[in-house]
């Protein structure tokens, strides 16, 4: 397994628009598990494909308390979205940056895994926010292009700033 580099707002990489998978393959069995690990080293609760760079429709996502329900999202679709609900968020490409968001409160979902076993899910709170989250990345949305464009150009400038920093 190995640990992957994660891109970091306003890394350009980050708008592009993720590609279906059309094979369950053994290297797509490697990128989950990849993935997988980098999530939980980061630390995060979920982690969508654009983010390490692999334009695949491809997330992982565990919001569990004790990090043992991983739950992998291939070619992923919501099905019915009901409801609006404020919550922080914070990506782990935007480190060290947290925000309310709102968006649907209670969503129908419908994914493969990483074998390409076909199933539906309904979900609330945390990982109704992080299914939504994982799957804007997928179209090359951030999370702070929810902000208002005064936070969102100072966010910019801070996030240029540390990267000419750190060279
Ligand atoms: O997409 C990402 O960068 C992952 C992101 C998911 C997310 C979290 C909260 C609301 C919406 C989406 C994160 O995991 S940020 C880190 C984080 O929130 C967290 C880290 C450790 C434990 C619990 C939460
Ligand atoms: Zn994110």
Known sequence: MALLPILEYPDPRLRKVAAPVTAFTPDLVR????????????????????????????????????KDELLV?????????????????????????????????????????????????????????????EMDHLVGKVFVDYLSPLKRTRLTAKQRKKQRLAG
């Not at 070619?75 to 914070?90: T, V």
């Open 73 to 133: 999202l291939v070619n992923p679709q919501i099905i019915a979205a009901e409801g609006e609900a404020e919550h922080e968020e914070g990506c782990l490409s935007v480190p060290g940056y947290y925000d309310r968001v709102v968006r649907a409160a209670r969503i129908t979902f419908r994914a493969h895994d990483e074998h390409g076993r076909l199933y539906e899910r309904r979900a609330d709170e945390l990982l109704a926010v992080c299914v939504q989250h």
């Open 31 to 66: 990128l989950v598990r990849d993935m997988a690990e980098t999530m939980y080293a980061a630390p995060g609760v979920g982690l969508a494909a654009t983010q390490v760079d692999v334009h695949k429709r491809v997330i992982v996502i565990d919001t569990s308390e004790a």
